[in-house]
């Protein structure tokens, strides 16, 4: 298989040679079209010239004929009676075609350069044969004679011709040349990507490609380099979640699988065996949660456009929310405020529903007992803005970018709370992003959290 480097200079120099060819056919076609009826013009009107000059000195017809051909002409000079001379160089065939001598020398004109056949890879200008020859008839002492004239390629066109050669030449070189070199600079680039390629194919992501390029090949370069950060990014998450999945389920496992064997201990009371069952149901209900939250987070994965999308009333579902949570409320006597318009809002009604419970659950959570939450909605453009507000111990700044992190847990504000799995925000996030809406999160040490939701309005 030939490599790109071999591919592209075997094009390049195709072209060259295909445009050199196609450029000398042009040429040649305009030189049949509009050149040569010229040239047929000039020499005719020439041999005229000569014609008369010759017939008014017959004495110096010799001479003069010879100081033509010196400046780059073929004359041929002859009669009906054998009497043949040649001025300047010979032509290369004397091959008139039956009659066309006679014809002159009867007094017609002959146009052999006008006449000249039309061929695709001969140009006609420079073909030396007598038929491509302009004739005229002449009289000389009583004797009638035929005068042939051509240019002398050779002579008028000589170092040209050589000039043009080595032009033509040279350039093909220099062609040649930078062909080579320029593919190299087109192909190297992508060698270093297939490199990279590889690189990645084996775990490897610490790639460092010639982005300041500002052509395609930079670009490309430049959104690999995004690309495989993007991958390192994603198999190190990756890596963390089925650690933090396996640690997830080890934890419970351990725990009921310590309890189970105590409680083979016929001796212990009765509470305390009820109250290690009552531990092992627990463990059962956080492993249930935990595998219902990751097949939750795998389908919003894999499928976000798995959703059951209908119109339904918004603040009658967060009612039901805060209907379910009332008994919480009432617990830690906190003060609930709602500000919730008449607003429908097209979505799945199943999934926005786990996100409100989980908000306002948190929000209950870690607030202090005597505290206050607060549940908002209002329209913004063409959003429906939710928004759920605490009076809580709050988030530290630094760690605000990273609650929406699946299995993250803020330490200082979850100390009390043991069972967490640290998925809720993450799934909620994945929800909303299905829902292309979009969740933000501001809070302040000491005064309490707020959650920003911001939802697409229905249309009707």
């Not at 093909?172 to 192909?187: D, E, P, Q, R, W």
């Not at 201990?265 to 059962?284: F, G």
């Not at 111990?393 to 847990?409: A, Q, S």
């Amino acid at each position: 298989m030939k490599s790109l480097y071999v591919r592209m200079c075997l094009i390049f120099c195709s072209v060259i040679l295909v445009s050199s060819v196609l450029g000398f056919l042009v040429s040649n076609v305009h030189y049949h079209t509009k050149l040569k009826p010229l040239n047929d013009a000039k020499l005719t009107q020439m041999a005229l010239q000569l014609k008369q000059f010759s017939e008014s000195h017959p004495e110096s017809i010799d001479d003069y004929l010879q100081s033509i051909a010196v400046v780059g002409y073929k004359i041929y000079l002859s009669n009906d009676q054998g009497d043949e001379r040649f001025f300047g160089r010979p032509f290369s065939k004397l091959n008139l075609k039956e009659g066309i001598f006679q014809k002159v020398i009867d007094g017609q004109i002959y146009h052999g350069v006008g006449d000249f056949p039309n061929e695709a890879f001969i140009t006609g200008f420079f073909d030396n044969q007598l038929r491509n020859s302009i004739g005229v008839p002449l009289e000389m002492n009583g004797e009638r004679y035929a005068l042939f004239i051509r240019p002398d390629v050779e002579v008028q066109f000589g170092e040209l011709r050589i000039f043009i050669a080595m032009l033509i030449g040279f350039t093909l070189l220099f062609c040649l040349g930078f062909v080579v070199i320029s593919a190299l600079h087109i192909v190297r680039p992508i060698s270093r990507l297939t490199t990279a390629t590889k690189r990645i194919v084996k775990g490897r992501y610490d790639i460092e490609l010639n982005t300041s390029r500002r052509d395609e090949i930079g670009q490309l370069a430049s959104h690999f380099m995004t690309m495989s950060q993007e991958l390192e990014r994603t198999n190190r998450a990756r890596q963390e979640f089925v650690a933090n999945v396996s640690h997830e389920i080890e934890s419970p496992l351990t725990s009921i699988q310590g309890f189970a064997n105590t409680l083979k201990d016929t001796t212990l009371p009765e509470d305390q065996q009820n109250h290690y069952l009552s531990i092992i149901e627990e463990e059962c209900r956080r492993l249930s949660l935990l595998s219902k939250q990751l097949l939750t987070l795998s389908s919003l994965d894999y499928d976000e456009n798995a959703l059951q999308v209908k119109s339904f009333n918004l603040r009658a579902q967060i009612r039901q929310v805060v209907q379910i949570m009332e008994w919480r409320l009432t617990e830690k006597q906190l003060a609930l405020r709602l500000s919730l318009p008449d607003i429908s809002i097209k979505g799945d009604a199943d999934m926005l529903y786990q996100v409100w419970m989980n908000l306002i659950s948190n929000a209950i959570k870690y607030t202090p007992e005597g505290g206050t939450v607060a549940i908002s909605a209002n329209i913004e453009l063409d959003q429906c803005v939710i928004t759920v507000s605490d009076t809580g111990e709050g988030i530290h700044v630094e760690e605000l970018p990273m609650i929406f992190d699946r299995f993250y847990k803020v330490d200082r504000a979850r100390t009390k709370e043991t069972h967490s799995t640290g998925l809720g925000l993450a799934i909620a996030q994945k929800i909303i992003h299905s829902h292309k809406g979009s969740i933000a999160v501001s809070s302040t040490i000491g005064e309490g959290t707020t959650f920003t939701v911001a939802l697409p309005l229905s249309k009707h």
